[in-house]
């Protein structure tokens, strides 16, 4: 978790020095302008597609968590949001091998960067969609009685995000789909799919 969290928080403080220099490049001096920053975190509900799994792989809950910052780029109508997150995915398989059900669990734990465009639909409710660039971190495979390092992963996923949000005073909630553009497992065609809900705080 140490080595997480120093990886976080380096990705965040580069994405804090570029989000200001495009924020004072776009603000105006009114307030409304001015960006604001948090912290959110949630639930993961993770799978892949299908690919040559023959019989399919079903949803791993789990968690991420990091921070996000909103620049305006049209004044209460479009924003930028780039986020750097800890995301905890993977999916869980069964088989049955001489009688006996068996079912092991792929614990694949990525650095997720989104970068989406958020249009306001009023003051609360906003829409938010754009690329997810994640970077694999960790990988294993837990079945019932053992637990092993693997590297069928590839090390890098491009992703599309899209979803919903909703800004009470500092409070944020969120719900957000993405879907992998390549492949997953290597020579599996499988593709990343996850659901995410979860809350924010606005500094």
Same mark, same amino acid.
């Given at each position: 978790?140490?080595?997480?969290?120093?990886?976080?928080?380096?990705?965040?403080?580069?994405?804090?020095?570029?989000?200001?220099?495009?924020?004072?490049?776009?603000?105006?001096?009114?307030?409304?302008?001015?960006?604001?920053?948090?912290?959110?975190?949630?639930?993961? @509900? !993770?799978? #892949?597609?299908?690919? /040559?799994?023959?019989?399919?792989?079903? &949803?791993?809950?789990? $968690?991420?968590?990091?921070? @996000? !910052?909103? #620049?305006?780029?049209? /004044?209460?109508?479009?924003?930028?949001? &780039?986020?750097?997150? $800890?995301?905890?995915?993977? @999916?869980?398989?069964?088989?049955?091998?001489?009688?006996?059900?068996?079912?092991?669990?792929?614990?694949?734990?990525?650095?997720?960067?989104?970068?989406?465009?958020?249009?306001?639909?009023?003051?609360?409710?906003?829409?938010?969609?754009?690329?997810?660039?994640?970077?694999?971190?960790?990988?294993?495979?837990?079945?019932?009685?053992?637990?092993?390092?693997?590297?069928?992963?590839?090390?890098?996923?491009?992703?599309?995000?899209?979803?919903?949000?909703?800004?009470?005073?500092?409070?944020?909630?969120?719900?957000?789909?993405?879907?992998?553009?390549?492949?997953?497992?290597?020579?599996?065609?499988?593709?990343?799919?996850?659901?995410?809900?979860?809350?924010?705080?606005?500094?």
């Amino acid at each position: 978790m140490k080595k997480v969290f120093y990886v976080c928080l380096t990705l965040f403080s580069i994405h804090y020095s570029s989000a200001q220099e495009v924020q004072s490049s776009v603000s105006s001096p009114s307030s409304d302008n001015k960006g604001t920053y948090g912290i959110k975190g949630g639930l993961n @509900f !993770s799978t #892949i597609t299908k690919g /040559n799994f023959d019989e399919g792989a079903d &949803p791993r809950t789990s $968690y991420y968590i990091g921070f @996000f !910052s909103e #620049i305006p780029l049209i /004044n209460k109508v479009l924003s930028l949001q &780039p986020e750097v997150l $800890y995301s905890r995915q993977g @999916f869980e398989t069964n088989f049955r091998l001489l009688g006996t059900n068996y079912k092991q669990e792929y614990r694949i734990d990525y650095i997720n960067v989104p970068v989406l465009a958020k249009i306001h639909l009023g003051r609360v409710l906003a829409v938010e969609a754009g690329p997810q660039f994640g970077f694999k971190i960790n990988e294993k495979i837990k079945s019932e009685n053992s637990t092993s390092t693997n590297d069928d992963v590839n090390s890098f996923d491009t992703a599309l995000a899209a979803g919903l949000s909703l800004k009470i005073d500092d409070f944020l909630i969120s719900g957000r789909y993405t879907y992998s553009f390549n492949e997953v497992i290597k020579n599996t065609d499988s593709k990343n799919s996850v659901f995410q809900i979860g809350i924010g705080f606005y500094f």
